[in-house]
């Protein structure tokens, strides 16, 4: 049997910083939405964040909200809401439990933060359908709730090199973005302001690869649950200097751990990559389970989907559009597979865990062999877990707790 033990979580001190810096954000976004001093644009996660911020808009992410009606438990009761309009059960569960619970009024912002009673409505929504096509529908949803206009980028998915032609179809698109959201935001395109927050995105991007880059030491000192959360700066404050602030903060505090040998994990015996998404009502569930299984899960492809190392300040559009297509999510799977194998060799990793996300293929990579092929090619065991982001009736509990326990044993005996 794998040896088990209670343990309790290592806290990462910056995290009160984090906790301070997504307030910030989410009372910034709601003040603005109350007075209208500031327009309000929506953003996919991977969209072009750094135009909006140029253009002098403040940026919403619906996908970190409804993040948070996930790691509150709250989706499940408001997806069937969605499911009655027409979205069915089967497309992403993002989707449709931020839309089920903006039909019955209800935000976990509220909870969090006092005084804010709804999501910020938005002035225009901008999407990149470099992820998915859900985004593309789940804004089109909102953009006729809100009368709202709707702006997209469709990206190239499923490519094995990013060439020439894929960038330039995609920097003209950003570029044709440009004037309809200058109208939206009644503020003139400037170059150099795009470029000096491409070069703020830049540096909270190699700052970011940075913290997740400690998780090679041997131990560890953070795991990917600790990621999920950390991460919400480079995902919604991107292009700002508090983003580039708060992860010097963050990464000065791992580099003092790995300094001193303190890991993230005691006595961390095995170390897993996470391919797939987090399952977030079970963050701190999963955390404790490996922890006393005294293996820490630290490094993922998703914590990693925030790294755009190509942008070049000196040539926004092409760089932009370069970074934002080199993503993992839009390649092929030979792509992937290579990307992965980097990951496993960097991070000295012994096994794999896959997340079988029912609601986001785009997301889940073991449904056409993968985990097969890399455990051939690379020796390093593999483990498929079925579940979901947020419907949590997708997952069995005591399946994939038996599942991870046995797969850790496994590791053992090898
Ligand atoms: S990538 Fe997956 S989880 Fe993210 S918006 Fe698309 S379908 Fe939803």
């Not at 999963?286 to 000196?314: M, R």
């Amino acid at each position: 049997m794998a040896e088990k033990r209670k343990v309790t979580r290592k806290k990462i001190e910056a995290t009160n910083e984090m906790k301070q810096f997504m307030a910030d954000y989410y009372y910034e976004l709601d003040h603005a939405a109350k007075t209208g001093e500031k327009k309000v644009a929506w953003c996919s996660s991977v969209g072009p964040a750094e135009i909006l911020r140029a253009l002098g808009f403040l940026v919403y992410f619906p996908e970190t909200h409804s993040a948070m009606l996930g790691a509150t438990r709250m989706a499940m009761d408001y997806i069937p809401h969605a499911n009655a309009l027409g979205y069915t059960p089967e497309i992403c569960s993002y989707l449709t439990a931020d839309i089920g619970a903006f039909t019955q009024g209800v935000t976990p912002l509220s909870k969090a933060y006092e005084g804010i009673e709804s999501v910020p409505k938005p002035d225009v929504l901008v999407f990149n359908t470099n992820q998915c096509r859900d985004v593309q529908d789940w804004f089109s949803w909102y953009s006729r709730e809100f009368q709202a206009p709707i702006v997209g980028i469709h990206t190239h998915r499923g490519v094995m090199d990013v060439t020439e032609s894929h960038i330039s179809s995609i920097a003209n698109q950003m570029e044709n973005m440009i004037e309809p959201l200058e109208k939206i935001s009644g503020i003139r395109f400037s170059m150099d302001e795009l470029k000096r927050v491409l070069a703020l995105s830049r540096e909270c991007s190699d700052l970011w690869k940075e913290v997740l880059d400690t998780a090679a030491a041997i131990p560890s000192p953070l795991t990917f649950f600790d990621g999920t959360t950390l991460m919400g700066p480079a995902v919604v404050g991107r292009g700002t200097q508090q983003a580039v602030d708060f992860y010097r903060v963050l990464l000065a505090e791992l580099e003092e751990r790995v300094e001193n040998d303190d890991g993230a994990v005691e006595g961390e015996r095995y170390r897993i990559y996470w391919e797939g998404m987090p399952i977030w009502g079970r963050l701190r569930a999963h955390s404790e389970l490996f922890a006393e299984l005294k293996t820490c899960v630290l490094a993922s492809t998703y914590c990693n989907s925030w790294i755009f190392s190509d942008f070049d300040p000196e040539d926004p559009f092409n760089s932009m559009a370069k970074a934002y297509t080199e993503l993992f999510i839009v390649r092929s799977d030979e792509a992937k597979e290579k990307y992965i194998t980097r990951m496993i060799e960097f991070f000295k990793v012994d096994g794999i865990v896959f997340h079988d996300a029912r609601t986001c293929p785009n997301n889940s990579n073991c449904r056409y062999g993968m985990p097969q092929r890399l455990e051939v090619k690379t020796g390093v065991p593999a483990l498929v877990i079925n579940g979901d982001l947020n419907d949590l009736r997708c997952l069995s509990d005591e399946q994939t707790n038996t599942n991870i326990e046995a797969f850790i044993e496994q590791l053992e005996e090898q």
